[in-house]
């Protein structure tokens, strides 16, 4: 039997959610949260097989949370069920660990497959999604896909209003380095200033909460 978290704030999604998974006789849905914080309680207290996570929550983005939970039970997989078909979106879910992105206009049977698919150690991506990436070029697929490890940390933090000078001392790394993946970043992005990188991170809720 699987265990499932479902994180939506919609009561009227979790239920038909739940309904959905009560015919399938080895999938179980253990807890039901509509906030991030009900979420990492849950998945804290149940250790599920897996999350069904939307994006849209009333305390906040749910992509951050898709990297807080992972850490809080990096044996759950996550999946996210979410309205936002952009590419964008997917492309950050995945980065930050989630193992699945279905969009909610599929049919049921296709995200039971979905999770069944996750939880057996696959990355499963709805097919509306499957066929838009492929008949995307490359070029269009999210440009952040182009960064290096190092330079989506030195993207990030710049992003945050760190100087270069800042940076070298938080990544424990030389200056002119600093500067040196600083103009890859902002030549991989298109950029012409922080203020860009600070748009492109605020748009795709890469910046931390503030207040």
């Not at 978290?5 to 509509?34: M, Q, S, T």
């Not at 990297?67 to 995945?94: K, N, W």
């Not at 660990?97 to 995200?111: D, I």
Request: charged share 25%.
């Amino acid at each position: 039997m699987y265990s499932i978290v479902l994180v939506d704030d919609h009561a009227i999604v979790r239920e038909g959610f739940k309904r959905l998974i009560g015919l399938e006789p080895d999938l179980k849905v253990v807890g039901e949260c509509r906030s991030a914080d009900d979420a990492v309680e849950a998945v804290s207290q149940h250790r599920p097989d897996l999350v069904a996570l939307d994006l849209s929550l009333p305390d906040g983005s749910g992509l951050p949370l898709i990297e807080h939970l992972r850490s809080v039970a990096p044996d759950t997989r996550i999946v996210v069920l979410s309205m936002h078909d952009g590419e964008p979106y997917v492309s950050e879910a995945l980065r930050r660990g989630a193992s699945g992105y279905v969009t909610k206009g599929v049919a049921p049977e296709e995200l039971v497959a979905g999770l069944r698919a996750v939880m057996h150690g696959e990355q499963f991506l709805s097919s509306d999604l499957r066929q838009r990436r492929a008949e995307q070029p490359e070029s269009a697929l999210d440009p952040l896909h182009r960064l290096t490890a190092r330079e989506h940390e030195v993207f990030l933090l710049l992003a945050c209003g760190k100087t270069p000078k800042q940076v070298a001392a938080e990544l424990g790394i030389g200056q002119k380095t600093v500067y040196i993946h600083r103009a890859s970043v902002m030549g991989k992005l298109n950029a012409g200033s922080e203020l860009e990188l600070y748009r492109m991170a605020s748009e795709r809720g890469l910046l931390p909460a503030t207040g």
